[in-house]
């Protein structure tokens, strides 16, 4: 499904003040997600550290009194995460801070974007059940 902007529909959305008192509200609602979609415990954990990684990175950017937006896409053996703000020049994280060397490595996929007043940061993880064992690394 669409949206009516042409954007693919998300399949949850979760909106919630645009404040770090409310992570733990992100996190369990990431992990409750995956573990629907049949996620590995430590696949969980990945995404529970993603999630609070990304949040790390749009909160600051956040206008005063403003949401955050939370849109997940669910797929078999894989969830979509898009979290964005409204800000007011919104700037894309440095890909060489901590926090985004941490996204990067815990997810399959992970960007950034940004339009004259949002930020958004999108994660998408595969579950290791649904990738088959000889593509995974060894360990």
């Given at each position: ?25 992100l996190r369990t609602t990431t992990a ?80 950034a974007e940004t339009t004259a007043d ?22």
């Amino acid at each position: 499904m669409t949206s009516t902007d042409g954007r693919p529909r998300a399949d949850v959305e979760l909106r919630l003040p645009a404040d770090g008192a409310y992570a733990s509200l992100l996190r369990t609602t990431t992990a409750g997600l995956a573990a629907r979609l049949d996620f590995t415990i430590d696949d969980i954990e990945d995404l529970r550290i993603a999630a609070s990684e990304a949040g790390a990175l749009v909160l600051p950017e956040a206008e005063a009194g403003t949401d955050l937006l939370c849109e997940y896409f669910l797929q078999p053996g894989r969830l979509t995460l898009r979290l964005s703000v409204r800000a007011a020049s919104p700037g894309v994280p440095d890909r060489d801070s901590f926090g985004w060397q941490v996204l990067s490595t815990l997810a399959t996929a992970a960007t950034a974007e940004t339009t004259a007043d949002r930020l958004t940061v999108s994660v998408t993880m595969e579950s290791a059940l649904a990738t088959p064992r000889d593509a995974r690394a060894p360990g």
